[in-house]
Nanobody, 124 residues
Framework: VQLQASGGGLVQAGGSLRLSCKYSGGTFRSSTLAWFRQAPGKEREFVAAIRTDRNTYYADSVKGRFTISRDNAKNMGYLQMDALKPEDTAGYYC???????????????????WGQGTLVTVSS
């Protein structure tokens, strides 16, 4: 399985970006897809996840501003980010696994496959 994240860039505070994650080499529709982020000098943190039943989960810091979605026909996952803040600046990574249990959905160790990351910079 390979994941390829894209869509990062430089945006002003209050702006929007949409990240994409291309999944290949496995069965995407059977996998939970998640986004994590890591800012310089900080630990990687959970952002959002979407299960195969399309139930979604968000970190409190992005709830109401970010929307995760998936298109199983295209093997694609997305993270729509609105009302961006400077504190959203980070490298964003998509991750996938077919064996994630609900109690671990926010834990990075639960995910088997990872993309290379895409950088999001929000200026004030």
């Amino acid at each position: 399985v390979q994941l390829q994240a894209s869509g990062g860039g430089l945006v002003q505070a209050g702006g929007s970006l949409r990240l994409s994650c291309k999944y290949s080499g496995g069965t995407f529709r059977s996998s939970t897809l998640a986004w994590f982020r890591q800012a310089p000098g900080k630990e990687r943190e959970f952002v959002a996840a979407i299960r195969t039943d399309r139930n979604t989960y968000y970190a409190d810091s992005v709830k109401g501003r970010f929307t995760i979605s998936r298109d199983n026909a295209k093997n694609m996952g997305y993270l729509q980010m609105d009302a961006l803040k400077p504190e959203d600046t980070a490298g964003y990574y998509c991750a996938a696994s077919s064996t994630v249990i609900l109690s671990s959905i926010r834990r990075s160790v639960a995910y088997t496959y990872w993309g290379q990351g895409t950088l999001v910079t929000v200026s004030s």
